[in-house]
């Protein structure tokens, strides 16, 4: 007797929630030695794997409540931490975000990078910064001593946000370094935390 899969929209949602968890995954195994988590980090595969499970779950967790604008949010996890950043409207939407992230299991710590929007952006200043966002990632790309891949870079008005986790102190002064450099930049913030 055959058995058959309805296709249903809630099996397709689900089929392509599992297949970007699978991509990332397979994405995960095929880092190069240089920026791959060595064990004396106290990284492993399945903490690389638990982590980017957690993160999935965050994100769909902010992505279904539609009080919450989920792109305004960065999520990065490690080792149960997670590391929230990223520009919001109010003080509420930020409020309801940690809320949901807090109920979503696997998930430590909270640190909250978030930053409250100020002015309203308009078409031109969405243009700039993501001319600016496209600068910055450049520079730290090309700077071998940077692992640029750690670093999520977001900017609104001119300034520029840089968070996720880093291995040192000296990467996270050299990160600001560049982004103070590039064009356009107004201000930086570094919400950047090293990997424990």
């Known amino acids: 007797m055959a ?3 309805s296709h249903t929209p809630g099996n397709a949602a689900m089929a392509r929630a599992l297949a970007g968890i699978l991509a990332i995954t397979v994405a995960s195994c095929g880092k190069t030695p240089d920026n791959a988590p060595s064990a004396a980090q106290g990284s492993s595969m399945g903490d ?3 982590n980017t499970v957690v993160t999935a779950r965050i994100k769909s967790a902010l992505m279904a409540n ?3 604008n989920s792109y305004d949010f960065k999520v990065e996890t490690r080792n149960g931490e ?4 990223g520009f919001v409207d109010t003080q509420e939407q930020l ?3 940690l ?4 109920a979503v299991d696997g998930v430590g710590t909270i640190q909250n990078n978030v930053i409250l929007k100020g002015a309203s952006a308009t078409v031109g200043n969405k243009v700039d910064d993501g001319v600016i966002t496209a600068r910055v990632k450049a520079a730290l790309l090309a700077d071998p001593g940077i692992h640029s891949l750690d670093i999520r870079v977001v900017t609104r008005i001119d300034e520029v946000q840089l968070s996720g986790f880093v291995e040192s ?9 560049l982004t103070q450099a590039v ?3 107004k201000h930086v913030a570094n919400t950047m935390a090293i990997k424990k």
């Open 66 to 68: 539609p009080r919450i």
């Open 99 to 102: 809320k949901t992230v807090r």
């Open 169 to 177: 102190q000296a990467q996270i002064d050299r990160a600001m370094a």
């Open 3 to 5: 058995h058959t899969i």
């Open 82 to 85: 997670v590391l929230l950043s």
């Open 48 to 50: 690389v794997i638990d």
């Open 95 to 97: 409020d309801l975000a």
């Open 183 to 185: 064009s356009g930049v």
